[in-house]
């Protein structure tokens, strides 16, 4: 990972192989952004000029290289657009400097230490920026020939080091910014690791020892329930979907438990380690990306494993529902009937909608301790990604005010989110004539008939919010941003805030 520190070091001096800067485009050309003013007086304060003849116009996402001027150490200049120059008197917000430190860590693969001279004007400032470059400098090659080693021929290693310019290295609020960033977006890029690894390597036990292990890093408590025991405690709906696999499911608690904390959130997330739809399998060209239907319980994972390195005054559980949905003579059938942990009936008419099954145990679970709100987060249905396109995430609710809560959280850290409807003339879609409820309903409105399935799972009185991640959890395009190709780590960002919020009582 790479390292992050705040210096006060100026430009020319600064031993480096890059200096980043910001560029915005203004009414007149490219301008160049504050904190770059000593490149800017090295070239004479023709920078923008310079700029502007390279072609540059500060447009986000635009990224110019460029000779380092005169007298300076650090041989590269990297110049970043920032897009529209902020109104007089405004600065640059959170996620426009995030997404450029972003897009210029990419950029800077194959290099040691880079310095970044963007527009730091606060403590808010430095984190972005800080969360910018960790999450932009992330890359999977754990199964590349040489690793992530520096002379990797399948690709450049990742930007090692990185100085923030302009920061206050003695500030009490800089000085946490960085450390914020540092640990949520190490726990962030641990999700991705997770989501990217393939479904050989990551089954539900595997998953299972690797939250083992991190929970003894971090004074956490855990607890496992195998096969075995969840057959013992009646967990039908997570021995239904795997019991197809050869490997066995999982539920994985963990507990963050701090004297201080007045408020308890459980966080509960969909792990299926594979999903290839069971017996109502999938058609192939969708099935190549289903390793990452296990998002949401990284997602769960990684913001209890941060909500922990921070020490918030909060009580959070997380829920992690693990299973390989597979199709096998021991698999649950189409027109099979499930008991579940709740003691509900679900007639299962699709195996492929196995993420509800998997939760519905999961939410019966948390809500048996009474927490103040649940959060689930799941990578639940193809249509969401319909609906909402592939960056955006659908947020459903119990309980309105919390979901516009949930929604306005997701878009202050940068986690595009859109509030959904619960529509209840969808619920008898859902009748069954053989059980209480069956796992499928209408087609139209899939991703809310989920949501619907899901809602009967909560405890009575219990606050409760479900983020449909299916679009933005696994990028299949181009990076962009801080975000890469593969796993994202969507909503872990959203979940960290939320366990914020709550631990400065402002979650109610
Ligand atoms: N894991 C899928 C949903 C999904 C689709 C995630 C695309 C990521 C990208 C889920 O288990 C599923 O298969 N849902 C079905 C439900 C249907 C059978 C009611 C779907 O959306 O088609
Ligand atoms: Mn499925
Ligand atoms: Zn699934």
């Given at each position: 990972m790479t390292a992050l520190t705040l210096s006060t070091a100026a430009a020319p001096g600064l031993r480096a192989d890059a200096i980043v800067i910001g560029v915005a485009k203004g009414a007149k050309g490219p301008v160049v952004a504050p904190g770059a003013e000593a490149v800017d007086k090295a070239y004479d304060g023709r920078l923008a000029d310079v700029l502007d003849t390279l072609?540059?116009?500060?447009?986000?996402g635009e990224l110019t290289k460029l000779p380092s001027p005169?007298?300076?150490?650090?041989p590269l200049v990297v110049a970043v657009g920032l897009g529209a120059e902020p109104e007089k008197d405004a600065s640059f917000d959170a996620e426009t400097l995030r997404r450029a430190a972003g897009v210029a860590a990419r950029a800077l693969a194959g290099t040691k230490k880079a310095a970044f001279a963007l527009p730091v004007a606060d403590a808010d400032a430095v984190g972005a920026v800080g969360e910018g470059v960790l999450l932009g400098a992330y890359s999977f090659d754990?199964?590349?020939?040489?690793?992530?080693?520096?002379?990797?021929k399948n690709g450049r290693a990742p930007l090692a080091e990185a100085s923030l310019l302009g920061?206050?290295?003695?500030?009490a609020a800089h000085k946490a910014a960085l450390a914020r960033a540092t640990a949520v977006s190490e726990e962030l890029n641990r999700a991705r690791d997770l989501i990217n690894m393939p479904p050989n390597d990551l089954d539900p036990a595997q998953f299972a020892a690797i939250a083992q292990s991190a929970a003894k890093e971090h004074g956490l408590k855990v607890q496992v329930l195998d096969e075995k025991a969840l057959a013992k405690g009646g967990y039908g709906g997570i021995l239904g979907v795997g019991g197809g696999s050869a490997a066995a499911p999982r539920l994985v608690k963990l507990s963050y438990t701090n004297p201080k904390a007045k408020k308890h959130l459980a966080f509960v997330g969909k792990g299926i380690?594979?999903?290839?739809?069971?017996?109502s399998l999938k058609p192939a060209?969708?099935?190549?990306?289903?390793?990452?239907?296990m998002s949401g319980a990284a997602a769960v994972f990684a913001a209890v494993v941060a909500t922990a390195r921070l020490g918030l005054e909060v009580n959070v559980t997380g829920w992690l529902a693990l299973a390989e949905n597979m199709p096998s003579g021991s698999a649950v059938r189409p027109g099979d009937v499930l008991r579940m942990y709740s003691g509900k009936t679900v007639e299962v008419?699709?195996?492929?909608?196995?993420g509800r099954l998997v939760l519905a145990d999961a939410l019966w679970a948390a809500s048996a301790e009474k927490p103040d709100a649940i959060v689930d987060v799941a990578t639940l249905t193809g249509a969401m990604v319909l609906a909402l396109g592939n960056r955006t995430m659908g947020v459903m609710a119990n309980d309105d005010a919390f979901r516009t809560t949930v929604h306005e959280t997701a878009e202050q850290v940068g986690e595009p989110s859109w509030p959904m409807p619960l529509p209840e003339?969808?619920?008898?879609?859902?009748?069954?004539p053989t059980a209480d409820i069956a796992n499928m309903g209408e087609r139209a409105g899939g991703g809310l008939v989920a949501g619907l399935f899901l809602r009967?799972?909560?405890?009575?009185g219990i606050t409760w919010a479900h983020l449909d991640i299916a679009g933005p959890a696994?990028?299949?395009q181009g990076p962009f941003g801080y975000t890469p190709k593969g796993?994202?780590?969507?909503a872990v960002r959203t979940l960290v805030r939320l366990a914020e919020l709550s631990a400065d009582g402002e979650l109610d």
């Open positions: 072609g540059a116009a500060g447009a986000e005169a007298g300076f150490k650090a754990t199964y590349k020939e040489n690793g992530k080693d520096s002379k990797a920061g206050k290295p003695r500030d380690t594979y999903d290839s739809g069971g017996i060209g969708h099935n190549e990306t289903m390793k990452c239907d008419l699709n195996t492929d909608a196995e003339h969808l619920r008898k879609g859902m009748d069954s009967e799972f909560v405890g009575e696994f990028n299949e796993g994202t780590g969507s």
